[in-house]
């Protein structure tokens, strides 16, 4: 993945940069390593520095305006401080930053699941600073979340969409100004209880939140701009990033908070909250070839495309 850009503030004969991420995808709260590769152009610059961004595609809903979708910068690094590059001048700057533990995933056993992050590259340079194009940014989900997603897929939970929405979930530690919201088709034995299923998870250094919601209605259950604030039954549970201790499965404990949630729902009815905390915990989605396959895939092509295309110069959405 790399991409070339020429200095467009200084024009022709401003120096290039080529950014190279390094092969295989991240997981939330590890390691984004790659380098930084300059050429000078045809007179000396003075670098004030080098900066990554991460860029999220994310989905708004205003009441006034309708849906639409964004770029939003949802975290920066510097990667290389002041330094004077000579004309001709070739240097590389390797890097290794950390991704925030909230970082979206976009694949799961290599399956996309329509999730779009980028890197892009600022270079500053003698006070003017040049924006590079976005480069492609490949998450994968968390062993826990990866465990998660599978039993609920061998539960028989079908994959229907996943995007980001601009926003935060009330009562939560949520940190980045948006979350990740994967629904799920319910299988028969539930079918008749509700219609879907929403899952988020909100990861930190020690533990794994995950929040759940039965038939969405009324617009998200999040409290960010345009949000309706309504939700039939929504629930929070917490695991640690080892997963249940003791002989219990995955399977059944996911189904035992899928319960749960039915059970909450049906009893308290609409606008129903409760969170549960737990050492064995965890929560939902599919079993990567088998539900987020086919369509998704060939979408998600179109969906890269858009995004990289016609965002390159701009910033926050």
Do not use: C
Not at 43 to 70: M, P, S
Not at 102 to 114: D, K, N, V
Not at 271 to 284: C, F, K, P
């Amino acid at each position: 993945m790399v991409f070339k850009r020429l200095l467009g503030s200084l024009g022709v004969g401003g120096p290039t940069v080529d950014t190279v991420l390094d092969p295989g995808a991240a997981r939330p709260g590890g390691t984004l390593s790659g380098r930084v590769r300059l050429v000078g152009g045809t007179a000396d610059h003075d670098v004030e520095h080098v900066g990554l961004e991460l860029v999220a595609r994310v989905e708004t809903e205003h009441e006034e305006h309708g849906d639409g979708e964004g770029a939003v910068v949802f975290d920066r690094h510097v990667v290389g401080g002041a330094f004077r590059l000579a004309a001709g001048e070739e240097t590389s700057l390797p890097f290794a930053v950390p991704l925030p533990w909230e970082t979206p995933a976009t694949e799961l056993h290599g399956q996309p699941l329509g999730i779009v992050l980028g890197v892009r590259t600022e270079l500053a340079v003698a006070g003017a600073r040049d924006k590079g194009d976005l480069d492609p940014l490949t998450v994968a989900p968390l062993p826990a979340q990866e465990a998660v997603l599978e039993a609920l897929g061998q539960l028989g939970f079908g994959f229907r969409s996943a995007d980001l929405e601009y926003g935060r979930i009330g009562g939560t530690g949520q940190q980045l100004p948006f979350y990740q919201e994967v629904e799920l088709t319910p299988p028969p034995r539930y079918a008749h209880q509700v219609n879907e299923i929403e899952l988020t998870f909100l990861a930190v250094p020690g533990a794994l939140e995950v929040v759940l919601e039965a038939d969405k209605r009324g617009g998200p259950f999040a409290d960010g701009p345009g949000g309706h604030g309504g939700h039939d039954a929504l629930s929070r549970f917490t695991v640690p990033h080892e997963g249940p201790s003791g002989p219990q499965d995955w399977n059944a404990l996911v189904d035992g908070w899928i319960q749960e949630l039915v059970e909450h729902r049906a009893s308290y009815g609409s606008h129903a909250v409760y969170g549960h905390e737990s050492g064995v915990g965890a929560a939902v989605m599919a079993g990567a070839a088998g539900i987020a396959g086919g369509m998704v895939a060939a979408e998600v092509v179109d969906e890269v495309g858009d995004f990289f295309e016609g965002d390159s110069d701009d910033g926050e959405g």
